[in-house]
């Protein structure tokens, strides 16, 4: 009996044993599992922060390219409304226009956002345009995007010369380059390789290079062309640059001659000084005579252009000219010259009209400093002792032994919307404002 209880005893003492053994433990695997717990939830909170802030700039992101993308949109409605629609209808004047764009949907009908839109000077040749997208973020928070272009005409020198229907390098003749903002052709390290030449064409032989030719640079044919077939060269004739095509069809703006005082027809024998822009039906410098162009001058001329043998048309440092030739012809006789004396070929531009059809003639004993701009013309240049510029017409004859060299100080020259030009983009800046 006695020998019964003490088994008892020992058998609860041992199981008291146990369960205060099993009680420590689930007591201890408890204190890990916290302590487990604690640790894990110490490495998901930064995690957990970090996917969060990831997800803010990554809404903010999408947020921003969306209002970039309202904004350029102002830009693209503006530029649209001064070439071909009428932003006179816009809220404003001459000095300023501005339009909003409340609420602007998406295709599937989602709002994106505003776009505000500004125009300075919108009649101006070079008018400011700032276009602002705004894309709400968070709460009251909104994503604001401005975009500010300046806009200008078409720079149509990029070329040495382009013909639009075709241009003959005649023998001995040579095409090269130089940058007048950087001195004189004989400057040292002055003279280029960019003295490209080019056409819209894409018949056979519509750039011909005939024996001892030589071009500094690159001969470009139609868009979609053969280079091989459109550009030929002859034996002899030598190509610094490539043969390549255009990626697309050059198209040429027309020039609008401005509104000038009437001064009929002028022919001068002797010496004359011109100061003031005028349209002229004809205009003749007679052998040994002189004119002087002493300010910047437009001649707007509707028949012929003329200069007779030993005359010379001078055009002083510090002026300009513009020849307009809205019909008839334009020729320099021998020994005839026009005298740039700032040496600055972007001070003398010869325009043509789109009804100028005529054929322009330029055969100067001395240096020639100019550009001429006449889409639908025929030019002529016999200039063995230099013409320092550009040329784009219809069809381009280079004589025996003329020597271009381009000047690419002409690519920044514009044919401006005032004289019949569309706006394009000058200059392009994103302005972030939230």
Request: no cysteine; charged share 20%.
């Amino acid at each position: 009996m006695e020998k019964t209880r003490s088994n008892d005893i020992k058998r609860i003492s041992f199981l008291g044993k146990s369960l205060k053994s099993r009680h420590e433990e689930q007591g201890f695997v408890l204190i890990v599992g916290l302590v487990i717990m604690a640790i894990l939830l110490l490495l998901a909170v930064p995690f957990l922060f970090q996917v969060s802030f990831e997800n803010r700039l990554t809404d903010k992101s999408y947020k921003s390219s969306a209002a970039v993308s309202l904004a350029e949109a102002g830009i693209d409605r503006a530029i649209w409304e001064l070439n071909y629609g009428d932003i006179s209808s816009w809220t404003g004047d001459d000095t300023q226009r501005t339009m909003d764009i409340t609420s602007f949907q998406a295709a599937g009908g989602n709002v994106i956002g505003d776009v505000g839109i500004k125009v300075v000077d919108p009649t101006a040749d070079h008018p400011i345009v700032e276009s602002r997208g705004v894309v709400s973020y968070v709460g009251p928070k909104e994503v604001v995007r401005t975009v500010r272009s300046e806009l200008g005409g078409f720079p149509p020198f990029k070329f040495a010369a382009f013909g639009d229907e075709g241009i003959l390098v005649d023998q001995h003749v040579m095409v090269d380059s130089y940058d007048s903002r950087n001195g004189d052709y004989d400057n040292p390290g002055n003279v280029g390789s960019d003295g490209d030449i080019g056409t819209n064409s894409v018949d056979f032989s519509a750039i011909y290079m005939d024996n001892s030719s030589d071009l500094a640079g690159d001969a470009v044919s139609g868009a979609e062309s053969d280079p091989e077939s459109v550009i030929i060269t002859a034996p002899g004739a030598h190509l610094d640059g490539e043969k390549r095509a255009l990626d697309n069809p050059i198209t040429f703006p027309q020039i609008n001659p401005p509104s000038l005082p009437w001064m009929g027809d002028y022919s001068m024998s002797g010496t004359d000084s011109i100061f003031l822009s005028g349209h002229y039906g004809s205009f003749t410098i007679e052998a040994n005579s002189v004119v002087t162009i002493e300010d910047d001058v437009i001649l707007y001329i509707t028949g012929n252009f003329y200069m007779d043998i030993n005359s010379r048309l001078d055009i002083a440092d510090g002026a300009s000219l513009q020849i307009i030739m809205g019909s008839g012809s334009f020729e320099m006789d021998q020994t005839s010259n026009i005298n740039n004396l700032s040496r600055d070929p972007t001070k003398f531009v010869l325009f043509g009209t789109e009804v100028f059809t005529g054929n322009i003639y330029i055969d100067q004993s001395s240096e020639f400093y100019g550009a001429i701009y006449a889409p639908n013309a025929f030019v002529e240049l016999d200039q063995a002792d230099g013409f320092f510029g550009a040329i784009i017409a219809n069809n381009v004859l280079f004589d025996q032994f003329t020597m271009l060299h381009y000047d690419k100080a002409l690519e920044d020259l514009e044919i401006l919307p005032s004289m019949g030009s569309l706006y394009v983009v000058k200059s392009w800046q994103i302005k972030v404002s939230d």
